[in-house]
């Protein structure tokens, strides 16, 4: 957002490429920076107005720059006065153009939603000056972390990323407790990986001597394997925590329900992206690829995170804490793809790993719209029903009828069923995968196998888990007094969440319209013809098969009118539900999301462990006869409770224990200082 | 878009429509006269159909528009894999829109939206059949790729016109272990997806252990004629796939003359492979819900070996 200023004010700025990416570029951040002052200085009333236009001002001039950098426009400025000592370097190419675009559209709709979303409702406002300002900052600084060229440029971009969403995930931090404790886990993880990213990074760039990202790029694949190893490891561990990949992914469920829901639409759809960012930009084109085993390890990843992830939103009972496990699968999904295509890159397979690699960022993108469809209008529901238990919900089909059809056609994208826009990026996903068998030698065909069952395996489990979502949540009868009296959203929350579905749609029917801006920043890392062409029927490089969304859809369509009009015609009559003859059925008898799940959980027993307590409490005159008896189920996240609770379990002692280090003596300081400095000056001395 | 083609997959929607009833109406009679009974006559499908849709439509207390439309969405899935998929001919002109995957999506589509449909009416047994019927489908789907995975590696492509091509033209290529691995795979899959014994009992009168008529169970009149018909119809066209997967020969390529031929063969093939289930089933209890998992985690394991076979033993 310096950016701007510096090219208003002109100075010894150097600007060339794209006349129209940058001025939209600046356009973006100007808005950004707008917003924030409408959000600090306007009145409450007005306030979430101001900010939320700046905001989707800024998101769809980010769009226009991402956009026309894509079309070939590049862009790139040096802006030496913004940063001591490096200045700011910004360069919007092919690759950073489709990150900024699809930032740019899910701001806007993030934007519009959040007009009427942060107005006083019931007990809950998100009308204060921190949440209002931050917000269109949040969204400039991912707007200004793929334009990026520098690592000094790029870290801080990532830090007021890290930074803003921090505040904004803590908006609610008065009315809940549990909102801190989000924040805290957030702020930890998301700081380690910024210092691990820091690390990787700095060393970089002082192996390259230079740290624009030019100068990387020339010396990127002349540095010895080790130091390039160790660059990609702490670049990959810091990216992977920021996309939510398991086991670093503790922060998305945590943070996810507790932030507003725009702003969790922001995050969810957004910012994991850059993860993926960070990692494709360092990996493919600042080091140019890399032996078989990063490529191993990144698709591990990504394979244990999408099987973990959905597994959990499978179980999940949260509506929100659903869609951000979902988070971690769909991340695990692209990085499939993404390690499948650096693995088939060394293997010399450059078709191939375009194929995969254009199929992990049309599948970034579609997670980005059909998340942001999700998250808006799970925080519509939970802004109407005060809840977003799903086995409090139901029945809001009749109640929110517009939120309903909206969340849908969100869901349908998210199970990668034919008609959504998520099944036409597996399906090249799965297309790569197969097809990668023959060529690449033996860690490929044992790799690829496995690879595509992941697939299957979190394609079928989606299906589940958003049939549950919307079957319990939107249809049947209300299961509380709240979903009840659920109200539908004001027309802004409609119309921003709706934005994202017409995206979703576009995305589903003719996947064509963004495939080619794909197959553009594909090139910038794999160099190459493009992998899918075709205006209606996909063709792929290389592979002979094909698929068209679009006939498929309308062959669909078509038969559903015939059958309409012919079979199911005649006026209907009103009928009781089979009730056994029991008398009318309670909504205390429907199928809740816990009972829909339960088979599957009690399948995956070994790998969910829920705990489950069982207490019969007989009568006193005779241990026959039961009194009570009270069931208690807890599906917890079990990596965390594995992985993470000795971990600051350790770090709990270890600051007891330190706690007796300092009793208070200034004696004891002082001689703990002259110990210090002491051992310093025989080090010192040793050494030298 | 060749003519043939057209003509052979509007007789493929029509023989698939027309004949699929009948294919239930034969595995019916034969099981019953396994069992000693006389059995009601392979038109009895077609006579219940007629009858449910003389009848009055019904809107069940509380149900929306997802319940009306679920019968429609799957009879729709199922008439247009039956457009797509090679039954008479390799050539129809949807044959490059929809590959395997996209098959079994649509089919998945179907499955999904009945669930929905049973979630809708707001009683225990409709969530009970649709969260049963969901662990099936998350469970197949797996042993399904990696059954298209062997089939294509060989091929080079998931196109079924593919697939059916080559396996004519190289028919050594379906005694390949690979291939036989991958059929046993594919046969556990046709028989959970269809929801015959012993994952699922069709003619089962108990709701507790009911699968698939569970999640239909508010359905009356023309909205069950739908479902029957349409689940008839799914039955047919994978016992179909299965066997053109696997037995391609007889089937139409581009030429017109030799279409009435690859209708009667098929009409054949499917009626012995409907058969030869119908009389399996004679001898086969249902598994209890929670050791299906293991038949189809054996399913997916000799997938598994497929792909390995078709890397390694060609």
Known sequence: ?688 | MTPAGTVGAAAQVLLVGAGSPLLVGVMRQVRARMEGRAGAGVWQPWRDLRKLLRKEAIAPDGTGPLFRLAPLVLAGTALVVAAVVPIATTASPLDGSADLFAVTALLALGTVALALGGLDTATAFGGMGASREMVVLALVEPTILMSVFALSARVGSTDLGAIVTSTLHRPELVASPASLLAAVALAVVVIAETGRLPVDNPSTHLELTMIHEAMVLEYAGPDLALVEWASAMRLTVLLGLFANLFAPWGIAGASLVMLPVAVVVFTVKVALLGGALAAGEVFMAKLRMFRVPELLAGSFVLAVLAVAASFFLV
């Open chain 1, 1 to 688: 957002m310096s950016g701007a200023s510096a090219l208003a004010s002109g100075g010894s700025a150097l600007v060339s490429g794209g006349s129209v990416t940058g001025v939209a570029f600046a356009v973006a951040m100007g808005a950004g920076l707008a917003g924030a002052v409408a959000g600090t200085w306007l009145p409450r009333r007005v306030r979430p107005l101001g900010a939320g236009v700046g905001t989707a001002v800024s998101g769809a001039a980010g769009a226009v720059a991402g956009v026309a950098a894509v079309a070939g426009h590049p862009w790139s400025a040096w802006l030496p006065d913004v940063l001591p000592l490096a200045g700011a370097r910004l360069t919007v190419d092919a690759l950073g153009g489709l990150f900024i675009a699809v930032t740019g559209v899910v701001g806007v709709c993030a934007g519009v939603y959040g007009i009427a979303y942060c107005r006083p409702h019931r007990s809950h406002a998100l009308d204060g000056r921190a949440v209002q300002a931050v917000t269109p900052l949040f969204l400039a600084a991912m707007l200004l972390v793929p334009a990026a060229a520098s690592v000094s440029t790029f870290l801080l971009a990532w830090e007021l990323m890290a930074v803003g969403s921090l505040v904004l995930v803590l908006a609610e931090h008065r009315h809940r407790a549990s909102v801190r404790e989000a924040g805290l886990w957030y702020a930890v993880m998301t700081q380690l990986g910024f210092v691990v990213l820091l690390g990787g990074l700095a060393g970089f760039a002082a192996a390259a001597h230079g740290e624009s990202f030019a100068r990387l790029r020339e010396a990127g694949g002349a540095l010895s394997p080790g130091v390039r190893a160790a660059v990609f490891a702490a670049v990959f561990a810091g990216c992977a925590s920021k996309a939510g990949v398991v086991p670093l992914h503790v922060w998305l469920p945590r943070a996810h329900p507790e932030a507003p829901a725009h702003v969790s639409a922001l995050m969810s759809a957004a910012m994991v992206n850059l993860g993926v960012y960070g990692i494709v930009r360092v990996g493919f084109d600042l080091l140019g690829g890399g032996p078989a085993w990063w490529w191993l390890m990144v698709l591990a990843a990504g394979a244990g995170s999408a099987l973990y992830g959905i597994l959990q939103a499978t179980v999940a009972t949260d509506l929100k804490r659903l869609l951000a496990y979902s988070t971690c699968e769909n991340m695990g999904l692209v990085l499939i793809g993404v390690g499948a295509a650096g693995l088939l890159g060394h293997a010399g397979a450059r078709t191939l790993a375009a194929l995969a690699m254009t199929a992990a960022l049309l599948h970034l993108v579609n997670h980005s719209a059909f998340k942001t469809v999700l998250f808006l209008a799970a925080g519509s529901v939970v802004r109407a029903a005060g809840t977003g238990d799903l086995d409090a919900l139901g029945g809001l089909r009749s109640r929110m009828p517009v939120t309903t059809v909206l969340f849908g056609l969100g869901a349908l994208g998210a199970s990668a069923l034919p008609l959504g826009n998520g099944f036409v990026s597996e399906w090249l996903l799965l297309q790569g995968l197969v097809k990668a068998l023959g060529s690449g030698g033996t860690a490929v065909a044992v790799t690829m196998p496995v690879a595509v069952a992941v697939v299957a395996l979190t394609a079928g489990l989606a299906v589940a888990t958003f049939v549950k979502a919307f079957g319990v949540g939107f249809l049947a009868r209300a299961r509380s007094v709240k979903a009840e009296r659920a109200e539908e959203s004001p027309p802004a929350m409609l119309a921003g969440t709706a934005l994202a579905a017409a995206a979703c749609v576009v995305l589903a029917l003719g996947p064509v319209a963004v495939l080619p801006g794909i197959a553009g920043a594909v090139r910038v890392m794999l160099p190459g013809p493009d992998a899918v062409t075709g205006p209606v029927t996909l063709r792929l490089h290389g592979v002979a098969s094909t698929l068209s969304p679009l006939w498929i859809a309308v062959a669909l369509v078509v038969v559903l009118a015939v059958l309409r009009m012919t079979v199911t015609r005649r006026a209907r009559r009103r009928a009781r539900l089979w009730d056994c003859g029991m008398g009318p059925l309670s909504p205390r008898m429907e199928y809740t999301a816990t009972s829909f799940a339960e088979p599957l959980q009690r399948v995956f027993d070994n790998v969910l462990a829920p705990e489950t307590d069982l207490r019969v409490t007989p009568l006193e005159e005779s241990s026959y006869l039961v009194e009570s008896v009270t069931y208690r189920a807890r599906l917890g996240d079990r990596i965390e409770h594995r992985l993470y609770r000795p971990v600051i379990a350790a770090a709990g002692w270890f600051g007891d224990v330190a706690r007796g280090l300092g009793n208070g003596s200034v004696h004891r300081y002082l001689g703990y200082g002259f110990c210090a400095f002491t051992g310093v000056l025989i080090v010192l001395a040793v050494t030298r």
